[in-house]
Nanobody, 122 residues
Framework: QVQLVESGGGLVQPGGSLRLSCAAS????????MGWYRQAPGKQRELVAAITSGGSTNYADSVKGRFTISRDNAKNTVYLQMNSLKPEDTAVYYCNAEVFNNGRFPGWADYWGQGTQVTVSS
């Protein structure tokens, strides 16, 4: 089994910064892409940023220039540095990873974290 555990959410004022972390653990043989998604109340979940194992990145237009995704392959961890936060960034942020697990039933699968709340408000 594979688990993703997120941390770093919270309440911040507009213009502030937060750093999210997501650590993958369990029966992991390899991790391909890792990413962050978010879901605001009444809206669909959307991609915020993604990063491949080689370091190529992709961002939603709404966060380009403000958010930075990075990863530590040795620690199976992905980060999201969020700067210049706006009220419209308020959402539950979810970590996602494409993992080849080497457990009882090996193979590729998508795994999700439990979500962490980010609230941007004065």
């Amino acid at each position: 089994q594979v688990q993703l555990v997120e941390s770093g959410g919270g309440l911040v004022q507009p213009g502030g910064s937060l750093r999210l972390s997501c650590a993958a653990s369990g029966s992991i043989f390899s991790i391909n892409a890792m990413g962050w998604y978010r879901q605001a109340p009444g809206k669909q979940r959307e991609l915020v940023a993604a990063i491949t194992s080689g370091g190529s990145t992709n961002y939603a237009d709404s966060v380009k220039g403000r958010f930075t995704i990075s990863r530590d392959n040795a620690k199976n961890t992905v980060y999201l540095q969020m700067n210049s936060l706006k009220p419209e960034d308020t959402a539950v942020y979810y970590c996602n990873a494409e993992v080849f697990n080497n457990g009882r039933f090996p193979g590729w699968a998508d795994y999700w974290g439990q979500g962490t709340q980010v609230t941007v408000s004065s």
